[in-house]
């Protein structure tokens, strides 16, 4: 299979930009773990819908009877899509994970409150950990380091330990599919089954796998299946669409609801309401993100058709030979790459004597590469990654330069010529990075400026101009004056 044959079904891939030196260069995406490029057949496929748009709750016009069939498919194509058809449900929350992670941290806290001991592993995106700590619990981290202080990620013998020792008082393990620092795939299903023999729930994060990978959530013994799964509409090629929470139907049905208005209920008095039966219409009070939830199943379904094993294969490919290729230049540490597990396509790096956010920026200014660069809200990870070089700093006053990475990061669109294109650009630092450390100035929040180049986003969307075209032409065209300011006012 071609690698580059999806990059035409994505937006954005063929973006051109404008860099320090004036040269136009095309725009190379290594930022897919942040958040992915827009699937364009979703995209028209949304679109068409938005024709027949209707609320949903009612049976009689025709909109909202196609509207009411869109949720209901997506719902099913989402289920099905994780494996999950039989006894589980999903539910559409905020705009990524994090409020499905909250409403479940949430949720669980008050249906156990016996119960108020947490697994969390230290691999965990601040979505993962912090909700889990807000709502009265003992969060216990799961170590991923060895006692020489080498990572190795989850080790299921530390989880079992755990367990063992708070079996009485463990509701529950947090813990990633995949780390969205260093792209390690976590055993899941196995973590599943111990928290299961002791009693406890699993919530996985999936954020970072769900485009990536194949995930069945009901395996075929029942100990190893998931009971909560998370993932983000916006990671997954679909952005604009809600965060979903898959979780255990029965589980589900005992969390107490979120939020309370219309839609959520079966009968309301002047004295009292009852709750409906229905698990998706109790955790859906009022109107749902509708064109959302159907270009995130669109999504998915474009996915299922291209196979995601087939996926799968052709990332971990690209994953490791952009591993294997940062790790030939010279002055690149390549960060948790100790252990040989399966990873999808998310590497954390940094050159030498170089501060994260000043090497994101060159590569930006001089190169037109998009990666991201911090603690990527995984700050204990990275914190652990970076301890050993941030004691060899003698200067304090460097350090807040270098408290963090930069992370590269890959999608469906991606290719062997976007990794090239990092390389060279890598190499091309590494060696000129005296001039390059001169084009920039530190300022006195610890970060960085070109001292000439500033990149001119008006000149890419400027948001009146956008307007004016949509807006003003259509207007124009069918005959509508719009008033003055004064006019407007009087």
């Not at 404008?18 to 028209?44: E, F, H, I, W």
């Not at 911090?374 to 330069?401: G, M, N, S, T």
């Amino acid at each position: 299979m071609s690698c580059n044959c999806f990059k035409k079904a994505f937006i954005g891939t063929d973006l051109m930009c404008v860099n320090a030196q004036g040269k136009n260069l095309p725009r190379t995406y290594l930022d897919s773990a942040a958040s992915t490029l827009a699937l364009l057949p979703a995209q028209q496929a949304t679109q068409a819908f938005l024709k027949y748009y209707s609320n949903t709750h009612s049976s009689v016009h025709l909109s909202a009877k196609v509207s009411s069939g869109v949720v209901t498919w997506a719902h099913q194509s989402i289920l099905s899509f994780f494996g999950a058809e039989q006894g589980y449900s999903a539910i559409f929350h905020g705009n990524g994970a994090t409020s499905p992670l909250n409403r479940l941290a949430k949720g669980l806290s008050e249906l156990r409150r016996d119960k108020k001991t947490v697994l969390v592993s230290l691999m965990e995106h601040h979505s993962n950990d912090l909700p889990h700590r807000a709502h009265g619990n003992k969060v216990i981290h799961i170590n991923i380091y060895d006692s020489d202080g080498e990572f190795q990620g989850i080790d299921l013998k530390k989880i079992e330990l755990l367990c063992q020792q708070h079996q009485q008082q463990l509701n529950y393990i947090a813990v990633t599919a995949a780390s969205n620092v260093s792209g390690h795939i976590s055993p899941i299903y196995d973590i599943a089954e111990i928290a299961h023999k002791y009693g406890a729930y699993i919530v996985v994060d999936g954020a970072q796998l769900a485009a990536h990978a194949p995930i069945e959530l009901a395996q075929e013994n029942p100990q190893r299946s998931i009971d909560f799964f998370v993932f983000s509409g916006h990671k997954t090629y679909a952005p604009g669409s809600p965060g979903v929470l898959i979780g255990k139907t029965q589980l589900l049905s005992q969390l107490k609801p979120e939020f309370y208005g219309g839609g959520m209920v079966a009968q309301v008095s002047k004295f009292d309401f009852t709750l409906s039966e229905q698990v998706f219409d109790k955790e859906h009070a009022g109107t749902l993100n509708i064109p959302g939830i159907f270009m995130l199943a669109t999504t998915l379904e474009f996915l299922r058709q291209i196979g995601m094993p087939v996926i799968y294969q052709k990332e971990c490919m690209l994953t490791q030979y952009l591993i294997n290729t940062l790790k030939q230049l010279d002055d690149i540490k390549v960060y948790a790459d100790s252990v040989k597990t399966q990873r999808i396509g998310a590497v954390s790096f940094n050159i030498r004597g170089l501060p994260h956010e000043l090497l994101a920026l060159i590569l930006n200014d001089y190169f037109a590469i998009a990666v991201r660069n911090d603690c990527f809200c995984a700050h204990p990870f990275v914190r652990e990654c970076l301890v050993d070089e941030l004691w060899d700093i003698e200067d304090e006053d460097q350090l807040p330069l270098y408290q963090g990475m930069v992370r590269a990061s890959i999608g469906l669109y991606s290719n062997k010529g976007d990794i090239d294109t990092l390389s060279e650009a890598l190499s091309t630092i590494i060696k000129q990075k005296a001039y390059y450390m001169a084009q920039y100035k530190r300022t006195k929040d610890n970060h960085f400026v070109h001292k000439t180049f500033k990149q001119d986003t008006q000149s890419y969307f400027n948001i009146n101009q956008t307007l004016s075209s949509y807006f003003n032409d259509y207007l124009t065209e069918v005959g509508v004056v719009l008033p003055t300011q004064h006019e407007a006012m009087v």
